[in-house]
């Protein structure tokens, strides 16, 4: 068989040919296929299994990307995971201001960054990590570090990312597509529950979200950062903090777009469409 002559069948058969843009928001039931559940295998097989399934996604994946290289693509694979690190240099380059930051390996290193900003905070290095236990989900949201009498002097850590806490007026989340911005602010500080992190929502008490319009020299900034990251979309998180500043924190390169558009009337959805 030659290799054209491959077929890939998801519910029905896709002809390549016929496709000539690509929305990749998520991986989808995709992302399911390298894992498997630790009860069905014994422990020792598990590790290089899971490797196994995998690298076959990966070479199913590497096959459809190049089958549409040639397609228009919004969002994109290989932008969908992005360096924090290397975000917030980036956009500290362009010219935003990030929150100070370092990475502590240390008891001593939070000590001394918690003397000099009083006030920290620490988050992911990567993606929010979702943990069951005992039929409950933990995440691991943004928290501030009041106290580090768990840690000995002697502790060594791993890389943990630690900032300074920016006393916030709102937030804003941004979305971003082909170079237009569709911004919301978020009064998150109007309950104690979402002060640090809005994601931790409240349905008894919801965030006010209202439409908000960021100045053209933030946008030129974050456009910039944009086109540096080569990303056509995404959704942007900034602070409007005390002293009038807007403060970039991270890029969502696949960041949800509906809890920005239904609240503010954007009809986002329309505009994605009509993109492609």
Known sequence: MLIDEIELSYNRNLDFSRIKSVW??????LADSGNLSLHKVISSSYESLNKHL???RDIL????FDKLYDAKWLGHPQTSSLNKLTVLRFASNEGLIIPETILATTKKDIENFKQKHK??????LSELVQLEYKNKIYASYTSEIKELNYLSDTDIITPTLIQNKIEKSFEIRTFYLNGKFFSMAIFSQSIARTSLDFRLYSNERPNRNVPFKLPKNIEIKLEKLCNRLNLNTCSIDLIYNKDKQFIFLEINPVGQF???SKPCNYKLDKLIAESL
């Open 61 to 64: 994946s590497g096959y459809l």
């Open 54 to 56: 995998k690298a076959n």
């Open 258 to 260: 509906g809890m920005t």
């Open 119 to 124: 006030n920290i905070i620490t988050k992911a």
């Open 24 to 29: 990749f928001y998520r991986w989808g039931h």
